[in-house]
């Protein structure tokens, strides 16, 4: 199993923006994931393994920018305009059966830890 290790999350504003990294131990095509509390995971993003092939869900699209540093191993998630809904918690996802988009997270066995996203006060 690939170990990924996140980083990021904390308080923002809304209208303001988060940033959030991922690495992991090779380079693998990866997916960004967020799940409010007592809901599903919900699908973000997803970036190629080769290429910076990207594809965004339609409530990010405009927002959002996922990035990759090849020579460390790190994805990263870029959001803009941060609304209400979006701050929740995020998760990097890697699977080894992945297919471009790869938007279902049954495609994913290897997860985050989490990175959790609060609207300040």
């Known amino acids: 199993q690939v170990h990924l290790v996140q980083s990021g999350g904390g308080v923002v504003q809304a209208g303001g923006s988060l940033r959030l990294s991922c690495a992991a131990s090779?380079?693998?095509?990866m997916a960004w994931f967020r799940q409010a509390s007592g809901k599903e995971r919900e699908f973000v993003a997803t970036i190629a393994a080769a290429g910076g092939r990207t594809y965004y869900q339609d409530s990010v699209k405009g927002r959002c920018t996922v990035s990759r540093e090849d020579a460390e191993n790190k994805v990263y998630q870029q959001l803009n305009d941060l609304k209400p809904e979006d701050t929740v918690v995020y998760y990097c996802a890697l699977s080894p059966t992945f297919i471009f988009p790869g938007t279902s997270e049954r495609l994913y066995d290897n997860w985050g830890q989490g990175a959790q996203v609060t609207l300040s006060s």
């Open positions: 090779g380079r693998y095509p």
